[in-house]
């Protein structure tokens, strides 16, 4: 498969490096909105481009990866390239998943395409876990934690901060709430009760560190719903201590089964990840195989991990999977 990177951040380098981890992917080309003789790739067969020359490409890529924010660029990005590609995003704003779906749906029909949204581990992974689990255990509630991880959304809206020159945010989920789940006590749950946000700023000389402190547990919408601890440190600390992107997190199904309800069970899905960008690519990856063997198949349209079956994700044959893993 020729698979071509838009976008080089975080995630385009994972992408790159699960092109490498895939023997039947070769990457064809990245294209980036900077200046391309600045992008250094690690792919010396590979190209970096332009992206305003993205559409010389339409027949020398099978599936194009797009690696924009969910904010404001996968909503443009992604209908304009599924009209001339195959391709796949890992858009993530969950509420608009059904107007970005619709969006990508009617570009890539127009376009003859097959377009594959949301994919990585949430969603993706934990989205498919919960739709098994709620299919097996229909009498039942659902639970989802996150972390411990950085979340680089609050991340970032620490560093918009007054005062602050950086920053790291933590999610990290309760245990006492996580040991309740588990020990299948159904327990009804607050947003404050399920996570921690633990942050370490880095103040900028003679900054105010009190109301500093006072505006980031008081953010809508990020902090003031939680529990919020913040660490002033050093910048030398930050970078040995918190130069990574780990995450991760777990899906939880809790239910009963049998006549009147008397045995219950509990389904656990977790993940613990040391780099969150380059899972996620994996599993980008994996999708990106699927969707070019169903273009092959004559398909088009938009879809999303609801919509493949497993056996589209593996390298393996049908017959070699019947015989390994079934």
């Avoid at 039947?24 to 900077?34: G, N, P, Q, S």
Wanted: charged residues 25%.
């Amino acid at each position: 498969m020729r698979i071509g990177i838009y976008g080089y951040g975080n995630l385009g380098r994972g992408i790159e490096c699960a092109i490498k981890n895939n023997n039947d992917m070769e990457l064809v080309a990245v294209f980036t909105r900077r200046n391309p003789q600045s992008v250094k790739i690690q792919t010396e067969a590979a190209k970096v481009c332009a992206a305003a020359d993205v559409d010389k490409f339409k027949d020398k890529i099978d599936v194009m990866v797009i690696c924009g924010g969910s904010a404001t660029d996968l909503p443009k990005q992604t209908p304009e390239l599924a009209k001339m590609f195959n391709v796949v995003d890992s858009f993530d704003t969950h509420a608009r998943i059904p107007e970005h779906f619709a969006n990508v749906d009617k570009a890539a029909k127009d376009g003859g395409n097959i377009a594959l949204i949301s994919a990585g581990w949430d969603p993706g992974m934990f989205s498919l876990n919960r739709l098994y689990a709620t299919a097996i255990l229909p009498n039942g509630n659902d639970y989802t934690f996150w972390g411990k991880g950085v979340s680089q959304g609050h991340s970032d809206a620490i560093r918009r901060v007054k005062g602050v020159k950086n920053g790291k945010q933590y999610t990290i989920p309760v245990e006492s709430a996580l040991a309740a789940v588990r020990n299948g006590e159904n327990p009804k749950l607050t947003t404050r009760q399920k996570h921690t946000r633990e942050c370490f700023v880095v103040a900028e000389e003679g900054a105010d560190l009190a109301a500093i402190e006072k505006e980031i547990k008081e953010m809508p919408n990020y902090f003031a719903d939680y529990d919020t601890t913040v660490h002033f440190i050093s910048e030398e600390e930050l970078e040995k201590n918190h130069s990574g992107i780990p995450h991760g997190g777990f899906v939880f199904r809790t239910g009963c089964t049998g006549w009147n309800n008397e045995h219950n069970h509990v389904i656990e899905y977790s993940l613990k990840l040391d780099s969150n960008p380059e899972f996620t690519a994996s599993v980008i990856a994996a999708y990106a195989r699927a969707i070019y063997r169903l273009h092959q198949e004559g398909g088009i349209g938009c879809k999303t991990v609801f919509d493949i079956a497993p056996a589209y994700l593996s390298p393996l044959s049908n017959e070699e999977l019947r015989a390994s893993m079934l």
